[in-house]
C-alpha cells in the first residue's frame, strides 16, 4: 500500500482539528439542534456525538429521531430526544418549558429546522406563506425565547440561526421561504444588538444549497452545485467553536453589496441569467441521466 497523498494527509489533520476544538466548545456545555432527524442537523449532531456532546435532540419524527440518538450514543454522546411539531409556536413554548425543567440550562441553541417551497409567485396562495413562517420564523422565535432567560441568567449562551444565502441575493420561485427567512434574520439581528454584551453570542448563518433530502422533490437540483451535508455541518460545528456574528460565502456578500450600491445591475443580472442558468442545468441533468443508464456515455 503506497503512502496517502498530501490531500488525504492535510484533509485527516484538518478533520482532527475540527474533533479537538468542537470537543473543547462543547464541553461542560448542553446543546440542543432541532432538525436533528435527516439532513445537516443529523450530520452535525452526529459530529457533535464524536466530540462528546450532551445533547437535546429535536424533530418531528419520534422514529428517526430514536435511531439518531441510539447512533449518537454509540459514537460517545450523551443524546434526549423530543419528538416535536417546529411550526407550533405554542408547542415550542411548551418544549422549552419541559427541556428547562428536565434537562437544565441550554447553553447551545442551533435552530435548525426549516421547510421549503419551490413554486412562482403568481401560484402561491397565502396558506404558502404561513406554513413556512410557522416553521421558519415563528418556531424558532417561540423557542429561543423560551430558553433565552435562562442563558441571560446564567450570563452565558450561544445561538446559531441556519439562514440561507437567498436573503442576501433574492430567489426567484423561493418567495414564501426567502421571506420567512428574511424574518428570521432580522429578529435575530435585532436580538444580537439588543444582547450585546451580557454574554450571549448571536450567529446567523446563511447556507448555499445542500444536498439534503428537502431537495428531493426538485429533480433538476441534481445538477446543481451543492454542498454535501458533511461540509455544510461542519460550517455548524466551526460557527459552535468560533461564535461569529455571520457566516456566508463571499460571493453572496458581494452580491448583496452590488445590490446595495447597484440594484439594478443585480436586477439585471437575474433577468437575464436565472433562466439560461437553469436551461443549462436541465442540459446538464440529461447528460448526468445518460450516463448512469450507460456509463460510456
Not at 441556519?162 to 432580522?186: L, R
Not at 436565472?274 to 436551461?279: A, I, K, S, V
Request: aromatic share 6%.
Amino acid at each position: 500500500m503506497g503512502k496517502p497523498s498530501l490531500r488525504s494527509r492535510w484533509e485527516a489533520r484538518a478533520a482532527r482539528k475540527y474533533r479537538a476544538r468542537l470537543r473543547h466548545a462543547l464541553q461542560g456545555r448542553r446543546i440542543l439542534i432541532t432538525g436533528a432527524s435527516s439532513g445537516i442537523g443529523r450530520a452535525f449532531a452526529l459530529q457533535a456525538a464524536e466530540a462528546g456532546a450532551d445533547a437535546i435532540l429535536v424533530a418531528r419524527r419520534e422514529e428517526e429521531l430514536e435511531r439518531i440518538a441510539a447512533e449518537f450514543e454509540r459514537l460517545g454522546g450523551t443524546a434526549r430526544v423530543y419528538a416535536t411539531d417546529l411550526s407550533d409556536s405554542a408547542v415550542c413554548q411548551r418544549l422549552a418549558e419541559t427541556v428547562l425543567r428536565k434537562d437544565g440550562t441550554v447553553d447551545i441553541l442551533v435552530n435548525n429546522a426549516g421547510r421549503s417551497i419551490r413554486r412562482p409567485i403568481v401560484d402561491c396562495k397565502p396558506e404558502d406563506f404561513e406554513r413556512l413562517m410557522a416553521v421558519n420564523y415563528q418556531g424558532p422565535l417561540a423557542l429561543t425565547l423560551g430558553l433565552l432567560p435562562a442563558m441571560l441568567a446564567q450570563g452565558r449562551g450561544h445561538i446559531v440561526q441556519i439562514s440561507t444565502i437567498g436573503v442576501q441575493t433574492g430567489a426567484p420561485n423561493f418567495a414564501a421561504y426567502v421571506a420567512a427567512k428574511a424574518a428570521s434574520d432580522h429578529w435575530v439581528r435585532t436580538l444580537r444588538l439588543e444582547l450585546g454584551g451580557r454574554g450571549i453570542d448571536v450567529t446567523t448563518m446563511q447556507v448555499p444549497l445542500v444536498r439534503t433530502p428537502m431537495l428531493a422533490p426538485t429533480r433538476i437540483y441534481e445538477a446543481f452545485p451543492a454542498l454535501g451535508v458533511e461540509r455544510a455541518a461542519r460550517r455548524i460545528g466551526w460557527a459552535v467553536v468560533k461564535r461569529p456574528v455571520r457566516v456566508a460565502p463571499r460571493w453572496t456578500t458581494f452580491l448583496e453589496v452590488l445590490h446595495a450600491v447597484a440594484p439594478g445591475l443585480l436586477q439585471w443580472v437575474f433577468t437575464h441569467g436565472h433562466e439560461g442558468f437553469h436551461r443549462m442545468m436541465g442540459r446538464r441533468l440529461k447528460r448526468m441521466d445518460a450516463r448512469k443508464r450507460d456509463p460510456r456515455a
